[in-house]
């Protein structure tokens, strides 16, 4: 399963997922927010889930004069999470 976004009912989607989710199934979540990277982490704890977290971050290059610079982009957060 997928989730990169939830309309505000981030707890209860991955609660009621992880209910529905065969074991050895996979929850991948994508975040760009602190805050639903929280609420997504204290869930996942709660529901005593194997979770894991990596921390993405892209540059994109941008032309400075007759040159080029890398500008930073938002950091992205990928969660997954799996039921054994």
């Known amino acids: 399963m997928f989730i990169g976004g939830s309309g505000g009912e981030l ?4 609660q009621l997922i992880l209910a529905r989710l065969k074991p ?11 805050e639903n ?4 982490t ?11 977290v990596v921390q993405l971050q892209a540059s994109r ?16 957060w990928i969660v997954t999470a799996s039921k054994d």
């Open 42 to 52: 204290a869930a996942l704890k709660a529901s005593g889930a194997a979770w894991d």
């Open 61 to 76: 290059s941008q032309p400075i004069l007759d040159m080029h610079r890398m500008a930073a982009q938002n950091p992205v």
């Open 11 to 14: 707890g209860e989607l991955i």
């Open 24 to 34: 050895g199934g996979r929850l991948v979540m994508n975040f760009v927010t602190l």
């Open 37 to 40: 990277l929280a609420t997504a």
